[in-house]
């Protein structure tokens, strides 16, 4: 069973786990010792030791149909997730705690240049509300959760702060999470995604691609939670942002192993440069890395005809596409990796002055060719130029070098 269907399944049966509040309460303080039941009947032991049972059972529940980074990436469109895609994926990687609330990075991947992560984020008390980094007060309350086995209801127009009065709440913090890498100080640029599960707790999905390739890296993980001054108003107040951190080292999960030829093991380039007439545009490298959960493609390219290549309005874009197919040339495109988007940039200038630029992107593991077909079109209003094919051929060390350098400035 995969694990979104899992996770579903989980969701359906804990709808009938319902415990008050109330309930909660007391059966906990019964079965310490602390409170007598005000019953009329004397309530036994073991129906004390049930009601724990049970809520035990609706908390095991409650965690085991959080989402996962699986989940949240299943949900984008034309994605590939390989079958072993799991297997990769660390579990109860560590736990921070932070006033009014506990941290638990629950899941981690990282494979030497991208991480992603599911944090749970859990208020120590039913009277805070915790809202993701881009949600308002003002928002549909519906705008808390994304999670795929729950239906969007049209006529429910309650906001988040109608939620927020409607639950008793006290507090509610606006919850960001990102990292730091440690040797340079900067942030692995990427994507953040959120969903709020039934019993309060906010799962945070944060992916961080990395500017460069390391087996080990060490990072810190922060978590900020900015406090609602005016919760009614939608009013944060960032000076009294409470931050948590945690240091973290991420170790690869897959290295590429290398030859005595100097041949690099899931490592391959195209044979030779191809060139774009009708744009006067040279793609003098494509470097296609297997990576355990994804394909990444770097397309390296000079411009050689500065007139010609003013047809792109610096709007050119290179798709991996399969020729056999017909229609738009993103109808024609191949199946997408797990990391989210891609970009193009200059490396040796701007973009009024650059000749030579960088594509990056991902493509599902099934996308593994001896030959591809790298379509070319505008951006901005899908002008489409030339079709060409490339050749790939297994990379050496002295490619991987030569692709490094392209982009690093002389000193």
């Given at each position: 069973?995969?694990?979104?269907?899992?996770?579903?399944?989980?969701?359906?049966?804990?709808?009938c786990?319902?415990?008050?509040?109330?309930?909660?309460?007391?059966?906990?303080?019964?079965?310490?010792?602390?409170?007598?039941?005000?019953?009329?009947?004397?309530?036994?032991?073991?129906v004390?030791?049930?009601?724990?049972?049970?809520?035990?059972?609706?908390?095991?529940?409650?965690?085991?149909?959080?989402?996962?980074?699986?989940?949240?990436?299943?949900?984008?469109?034309?994605?590939?997730?390989?079958?072993?895609a799991?297997?990769?994926?660390?579990?109860?990687?560590?736990?921070?705690?932070?006033?009014?609330?506990?941290?638990?990075?629950?899941?981690?991947?990282?494979?030497?240049?991208?991480?992603?992560?599911?944090?749970?984020v859990?208020?120590?008390?039913?009277?805070?509300?915790?809202?993701?980094?881009?949600?308002?007060?003002?928002?549909?309350?519906?705008n808390?959760w994304?999670?795929?086995?729950?239906?969007?209801?049209?006529?429910?127009?309650r906001?988040?702060?109608?939620?927020?009065?409607?639950?008793?709440?006290?507090?509610?913090?606006?919850?960001?999470?990102?990292?730091?890498?440690?040797?340079?100080?900067?942030?692995?640029?990427?994507?953040?995604?959120?969903?709020?599960?039934?019993?309060?707790?906010l799962?945070?999905?944060?992916?961080?691609?990395?500017?460069?390739?390391?087996?080990?890296?060490k990072?810190?993980?922060?978590?900020?939670?900015?406090?609602?001054?005016?919760?009614?108003?939608?009013?944060?107040?960032?000076?009294?942002?409470?931050?948590?951190?945690?240091?973290?080292?991420?170790?690869?999960?897959?290295?590429n192993?290398?030859?005595?030829?100097?041949?690099?093991?899931?490592?391959?380039v195209?044979?030779?440069?191809?060139?774009?007439?009708?744009?006067?545009?040279?793609?003098?490298?494509?470097?296609?890395?297997?990576?355990?959960?994804?394909?990444?493609?770097?397309?390296?390219?000079?411009?050689?005809?500065r007139?010609l290549?003013?047809?792109?309005?610096?709007?050119l874009?290179?798709?991996?596409?399969?020729?056999?197919?017909?229609?738009?040339?993103?109808?024609?495109?191949l199946?997408?990796?797990?990391?989210s988007?891609?970009?193009s940039?200059?490396?040796?200038?701007?973009?009024?002055?650059?000749?030579?630029?960088?594509?990056?992107?991902?493509?599902?593991?099934?996308?593994?060719?001896?030959?591809?077909?790298?379509?070319s079109?505008?951006?901005?209003?899908?002008?489409?130029?030339?079709?060409?094919?490339?050749?790939?051929?297994?990379?050496?060390?002295?490619?991987?070098?030569?692709?490094?350098?392209?982009v690093?400035?002389?000193?």
């Open positions: 069973m995969r694990k979104s269907d899992f996770s579903q399944r989980l969701h359906a049966e804990m709808a786990v319902h415990v008050s509040p109330e309930l909660r309460r007391r059966a906990l303080a019964a079965a310490r010792g602390e409170e007598k039941p005000t019953m009329k009947r004397k309530i036994s032991v073991a004390v030791f049930a009601l724990v049972a049970v809520m035990a059972a609706a908390a095991a529940l409650a965690a085991a149909s959080r989402m996962g980074i699986l989940d949240f990436v299943g949900m984008h469109q034309d994605v590939y997730i390989p079958e072993d799991q297997s990769y994926i660390q579990s109860d990687v560590a736990t921070i705690e932070q006033d009014g609330v506990v941290v638990n990075i629950r899941e981690l991947y990282y494979d030497g240049r991208t991480a992603r992560m599911t944090v749970d859990t208020p120590r008390n039913d009277t805070i509300l915790l809202l993701g980094t881009d949600c308002s007060m003002k928002d549909n309350w519906q808390l994304k999670a795929a086995d729950r239906s969007w209801d049209n006529a429910d127009e906001t988040v702060y109608d939620l927020y009065v409607q639950k008793g709440c006290a507090s509610a913090y606006s919850v960001n999470v990102w990292t730091v890498d440690e040797e340079n100080g900067t942030g692995g640029g990427g994507t953040m995604d959120y969903t709020l599960g039934e019993d309060g707790t799962t945070v999905f944060r992916e961080a691609t990395y500017e460069d390739d390391r087996a080990e890296r990072i810190t993980l922060k978590v900020g939670l900015t406090p609602f001054t005016d919760p009614e108003k939608d009013e944060l107040d960032d000076s009294r942002r409470m931050v948590a951190e945690q240091r973290m080292t991420l170790t690869s999960a897959a290295a192993a290398v030859d005595e030829a100097g041949v690099v093991q899931g490592v391959y195209s044979t030779e440069p191809v060139v774009y007439e009708s744009i006067g545009v040279r793609v003098d490298r494509v470097m296609i890395e297997e990576k355990p959960q994804e394909l990444y493609a770097t397309i390296d390219y000079t411009v050689i005809d007139e290549y003013q047809k792109t309005d610096d709007g874009f290179f798709s991996f596409i399969d020729p056999s197919k017909t229609g738009a040339i993103w109808e024609q495109r199946t997408g990796g797990i990391t988007g891609g970009q940039y200059p490396i040796d200038g701007n973009l009024e002055t650059a000749t030579r630029y960088r594509q990056e992107e991902t493509l599902g593991k099934n996308e593994l060719h001896e030959t591809y077909t790298l379509g079109y505008e951006c901005w209003n899908k002008t489409r130029f030339e079709d060409k094919s490339l050749t790939m051929r297994p990379a050496t060390q002295a490619d991987i070098d030569a692709a490094r350098e392209a690093e400035p002389e000193e």
